[in-house]
């Protein structure tokens, strides 16, 4: 049977001094000579700053942008992609960001489904970790440790090639990063499926003979939708080709009447584009308390609901009426879903459901959002960033805000 191996992961563990924001906008050359002042020269630093005058920084921007929605002339862009090498570059960048007054995204695998992690309407640095992605499996121990920048196919891959026994329950899609995927209460398949299926389903007289056997690894190729007899080395493909897509989620606390789940199909039918992806929940998860970690959708939770809308044609036309799709949906749900508040999940981003501007109303405009993925947790969130984050350097449109001075 396969052991599931534990995983550590850090790569964003650093100290810094925080000192106040400033209204005004640095030159890139400020940075420049901030990137100087706080590096050794063997370090190359510059090498490694790509500016729009660049010609190479259209490609690194692109290169990870998993959505074509935010991959137009017309989507905001960083004024400087820094891609480090090593750990203490890292704590360079966020050192000069702070110091020439610039804004800060940290990219990982680039599937933020809104683009949160390399998109803005504000100036900013995008920290790209994608050259931080070293993987050192220990099987004895049973412990990883793993760069941000890895892809979970890297890990899986490097899982396989120390042995054929171990894995690492995550998500389906080989590129996710690591960094995105923990952080964010990524989760993984049951390898009980058979029993639990003969379990809760017995009409289904599901037998061994209906299900074709196959290692981990070749698993994860299946479900990444990969050609049978795939070598595991695919798993290494850092670039699959993006599309156009739109997601939101919601948790299920009760079952769904049979006759309302036949309303959801025609409605779905009706829209004709839209799908509706339910992951069960329960056993392990049941048993764990909410507040244990701040990922709370455990005990009380039958299933996540995920909105999918993917398209291929370019042009707001189509980008508005698939997006639509999803929301029409989203709220014919309304009646079957959690309340109070809706919940939703972290990593199927989508900020339909809140955005903080980081001004003035930046914790109640976080609170929105924040209830719906973090639930009483949220709170508990907040005093832990008032304390280590005050002015709140480290913000997205969804970020946990800090409480006023």
């Given at each position: 049977m396969e052991n599931s191996l534990f995983l550590t992961f850090s790569s964003f563990l650093f100290v810094i001094h925080f000192v106040p924001l400033a209204a005004s906008t640095p030159s890139y050359l400020s940075f420049l000579q901030c990137l100087s002042k706080h590096s050794h020269p063997s370090d190359h630093l510059l090498s490694r700053v790509y500016t729009p005058n660049n010609s190479s920084y259209k490609s690194v921007l692109q290169h990870y942008i998993r959505n074509q929605r935010f991959n137009r002339s017309t989507t905001p862009k960083p004024d400087i992609i820094f891609t480090p090498l090593q750990e203490s570059h890292v704590q360079v960048a966020v050192t000069c960001c702070r110091k020439t007054d610039k804004?800060?995204?940290i990219r990982s695998g680039g599937h933020d489904y809104e683009g949160i992690s390399y998109v803005s309407n504000i100036s900013f640095v995008l920290l790209d970790m994608s050259n931080l992605r070293s993987i050192d499996v220990d099987i004895q121990n049973e412990t990883a440790w793993v760069q941000a920048g890895a892809l979970l196919g890297e890990l899986y891959y490097r899982i396989w090639e120390k042995s054929k026994v171990h894995a690492f329950p995550a998500g389906v899609c080989p590129t996710v990063g690591v960094g995105g995927h923990i952080t964010g209460g990524g989760y993984?398949?049951?390898?009980?499926l058979l029993s639990i299926m003969d379990r809760d389903f017995p009409q289904l007289g599901l037998r061994i003979e209906d299900c074709k056997e196959m290692s981990w690894i070749e698993s994860e190729l299946f479900w990444a939708s990969f050609p049978n007899e795939t070598l595991p080395d695919a798993l290494l493909n850092r670039k699959p080709g993006a599309k156009f897509l739109k997601r939101k989620s919601d948790y299920l606390q009760k079952p769904i009447p049979k006759d309302k789940l036949k309303s959801i199909f025609d409605?779905?039918?009706?829209?004709g584009d839209t799908v509706l992806v339910f992951n069960q929940y329960g056993g392990r998860m049941s048993e764990i308390p909410e507040w244990?970690?701040?990922f709370p959708h455990r005990a009380g939770n039958i299933f996540k609901i995920q909105y999918a809308a993917n398209w291929g044609k370019?042009?707001?036309e189509a980008e508005n009426f698939y997006i639509n799709q999803t929301r029409v949906l989203?709220?014919?749900m309304t009646p079957f879903v959690s309340k109070s508040p809706r919940c939703a999940y972290l990593n199927y981003r989508d900020l339909d459901i809140g955005v903080n501007h980081n001004g003035n109303n930046r914790y109640i405009e976080g609170r929105v959002y924040g209830l719906k993925y973090f639930k009483d947790n949220f709170n508990k969130l907040v005093k832990v960033k008032t304390l280590v984050?005050?002015?709140?350097?480290?913000w997205n449109e969804q970020s946990i805000p800090p409480l006023a001075a």
């Open positions: 804004y800060l995204k993984g398949d049951s390898r009980e409605k779905m039918i009706e829209l244990e970690t701040p370019e042009g707001k989203y709220n014919y984050d005050p002015d709140n350097f480290f």
